[in-house]
C-alpha cells in the first residue's frame, strides 16, 4: 500500500513546513542539515526516507510524527517534509527533519535532492515483497556512491503484521514473508550501516526503535566529532619546544 501525507501531516512542531510536489521546495534553512544541540536546543538531523513504492516509508513517518496509521494513502508525489523529535536515554534531544521521497520510478531522478547533504536516511523495504528489499539494496548503493561519507543509514523491513494475517480483513491469512531477517542483517552488515530494524507501522512495532537508533548514531557521530576538533584545537594551542632551541635552555 503506498502512502502519502495528509496536509496536516506536513505542518508539525511550529515548524515553517511546506509540502513538496515535483522536487521543487521552499524551506528556510534548508541547507543546514544539522546543527550542534545546546542545553535549550536539540540536535538538528536532516533525514532522508528511501525505498519503493508500497514500501510503506509514508505510513512509518506518520507513525513516528503523529501515532497514527494513514489506511488509505495514495502515493507519495515528489517529496514530502514532516518534523518530530526525540529524547535518549541520556537526556540528549534530536530534532528529526523529515523528507519521505517518492517511490516510483519517474521520481528517481529527484531523490538526490533530497539525500544530498543529508545527516541520516533510512531505507525501507517490505518484507513480504522481493523486489522492494531489491530496491532497498539499490538506494543503499546508491547513498554508498553519492551521499556524504558521514551519512548515518538504517535499514527497515516493514509491513510485519502481514507476515502474522493482520490485514485489512480480519480473516486475512499471513502472507509469507519473503525476504528473511538474516537477509536483512546481511545486507545491512554489508554497507556498515548503523542497524536493521524490522517493523510494523500498522501494528506500531518497532517504529520509534528505528528512529531512536538513528538518533543515537547521529549524537554518537556528533559527540566524537566535536571532541575531535576540541583536541585540535587544544593541540595546536599548546606551546611545543624545539630540540635545540636556545629559548628552552636555562640561561647560565
Request: include cysteine; charge should be negative; glycine fraction near 8%.
Amino acid at each position: 500500500m503506498g502512502c502519502a501525507l495528509s496536509a496536516p501531516f506536513a505542518e508539525r512542531d511550529g515548524e515553517d513546513d511546506l509540502r513538496v510536489r515535483g522536487g521543487r521546495r521552499r524551506r528556510r534553512d534548508d541547507d543546514a542539515a544539522i546543527s550542534n544541540a545546546t542545553p535549550t536546543t536539540p540536535l538538528r538531523v536532516k533525514l532522508c526516507l528511501l525505498g519503493a513504492s508500497n514500501a510503506g516509508k509514508t505510513c512509518v513517518s506518520a507513525r513516528f510524527v503523529r501515532g497514527v496509521f494513514l489506511k488509505d494513502a495514495k502515493a507519495t508525489v515528489g517529496a514530502a517534509f514532516a518534523s518530530h523529535g526525540v529524547t535518549l536515554e541520556d537526556g540528549a534531544r534530536v530534532k528529526f527533519e523529515i523528507w519521505d521521497t517518492a517511490g516510483q520510478e519517474r521520481y528517481q531522478s529527484l531523490a538526490p535532492l533530497y539525500y544530498r547533504g543529508a545527516t541520516a536516511a533510512m531505507v525501507v523495504f517490505d518484507v513480504t515483497d522481493r523486489e522492494s528489499f531489491e530496491r532497498a539494496r539499490y538506494w543503499v548503493g546508491e547513498l554508498e556512491r553519492h551521499a556524504d561519507a558521514n551519512v548515518v543509514v538504517a535499514l527497515v523491513g516493514n509491513k510485519m503484521d502481514l507476515t502474522r494475517g493482520d490485514g485489512d480483513d480480519d480473516d486475512e491469512p499471513a502472507v509469507e514473508r519473503e525476504v528473511s531477517e538474516e537477509e536483512g542483517k546481511a545486507l545491512c552488515e554489508q554497507y556498515a550501516m548503523c542497524g536493521y530494524v524490522e517493523t510494523s507501522a500498522k501494528a506500531d512495532v518497532g517504529v520509534r526503535e528505528a528512529f531512536e537508533l538513528v538518533a543515537r548514531s547521529v549524537a554518537e557521530k556528533n559527540s566524537a566529532a566535536e571532541a575531535a576538533a576540541a583536541a585540535a584545537v587544544a593541540a595546536a594551542a599548546a606551546p611545543t619546544t624545539v630540540p635545540g632551541d636556545s629559548r628552552s635552555r636555562r640561561r647560565r
